[in-house]
Every structure is written in structure tokens, then in C-alpha cells.
């Protein structure tokens, strides 16, 4: 059984491509892929094709399309398309039956919104605060009233301040494994780590 984490690459509304990786679902794990893709937005050789440009930044992950993939009309006479290694290195999906496919096996999301220019980051484990209490004790975690309230919105994180939330992220991962935010105090969130 794997960490199995989703990163979705969207654009004015819709999705362009995703990818499935294997055992990448953990905070940190996910957040250097996204930091891979992120930083090369603005990098990549003009091209016209959405679609195109969302698979070059996944293939940056070190993913790859599948077979079936590969033989859809969209891969078909583009070069710089490589093939996967694997569903560790990550399986890229554009076929409305492959993003769907690969949502269905994800335990965690990170959506990446291009022409917002922010993430919507989804890779944590959630309780509420009941749910969390209950275990609490069991686990030796401090209480819920305790943990740390964090300034960012999980939801909205800019490309812009990616660097930061990246490292904050790294900092409270050697603190703690648990925090709440201003936008839902009432729920705990944890780090999800290896």
C-alpha cells in the first residue's frame, strides 16, 4: 500500500493534465514535486498547447505517460513527451478516462490553478476536533487548544509565496505534526510523513 498522491495541472477552468504517484502522498514529499513544477512555469519554450505545457512541467517530476496515454490523438506528433518509468516516478494522465482514473486512486490532491498563479493544497491529514481528541491520548499529541494556529490558507497558496510556505512547512514538521488554521480553527491538521 502506497502514499498515493494526485498533482493536477489546471488553466482558465479546466484540467489539462494529472499525475499518479505511488508514494509521494506526504507533506513534504509532495511539496518538492510541486516545487519542481512551480518554479519552471515560466521557463518553458513558448508553445501554444495548454495541454502540451501541463505535461512538460509534470515530466519535471520525473513522470511519464503510459502506454495508453501515449496513444491518445493529443500525444500523437509532439516531441519532449517521454514515457513513465513506473507509478513511483509518476503516471501521467490527459485522456478524460486517465484523470479520472487517477482520481480515483489518490489518497491526497495538490491542484496547481496556472492561471491563478496558486496551489490549492491538499496534503495533510484532517480531524475534527472531536475526532482528534479522542485519539489524542492514545498518541501522547498535545491538546487540541495547544496546537499551533497557522497564518496560511491550505487552499490558496500563491506561487509567489511558495518558497515561504515551503519552508514554513519544513520548520513545523520538526516541531510538530499537528496545527490548526485561522480559516478552520476547528479542525486539527497534521503532517502526513514517512
Keep these: 500500500m502506497g502514499q498515493r498522491l494526485n498533482i493536477e495541472i489546471w488553466d482558465k477552468g479546466q484540467v489539462l493534465a494529472n499525475a499518479y504517484y505511488h508514494w509521494s502522498g506526504y507533506t513534504l514529499s509532495a ?3 510541486i516545487e519542481k513544477i512551480i ?3 515560466d521557463n518553458l519554450v513558448e508553445c501554444d498547447n495548454d495541454r502540451l505545457k501541463a505535461v512538460w512541467l509534470l515530466q519535471l517530476t520525473g513522470a511519464g505517460l503510459t502506454q495508453d496515454e501515449l496513444s491518445t490523438i493529443f500525444c500523437k506528433g509532439f ?3 517521454t514515457d513513465c518509468k513506473g507509478r513511483d516516478d509518476g503516471l501521467i494522465a490527459v485522456s ?3 484523470i479520472q482514473d487517477t482520481r480515483q486512486w489518490e489518497e491526497d490532491r495538490a491542484t496547481i490553478y496556472l492561471d491563478e498563479r496558486r496551489i490549492d493544497f491538499d496534503v495533510v491529514f484532517k480531524q ?3 475526532e482528534y481528541d479522542k485519539e489524542r491520548e492514545d ?7 495547544e496546537l499551533p494556529i497557522i497564518d496560511w490558507n491550505l487552499s490558496d497558496i500563491k506561487f509567489k509565496d511558495f518558497e515561504n510556505f515551503y519552508a514554513f512547512m519544513e520548520e513545523l514538521e520538526k516541531e510538530t ?9 476547528c479542525i486539527a491538521y497534521g503532517m502526513i510523513s514517512c
Design 39 to 41: 518554479t519552471n512555469v
Design 31 to 33: 511539496l518538492e514535486l
Design 79 to 81: 516531441k519532449g513527451i
Design 139 to 145: 498518541y501522547g499529541n498535545p491538546a487540541f487548544k
Design 96 to 98: 478524460d478516462k486517465g
Design 177 to 185: 505534526l499537528y496545527f490548526r488554521t485561522k480559516q478552520y480553527p
Design 128 to 130: 475534527y476536533r472531536w
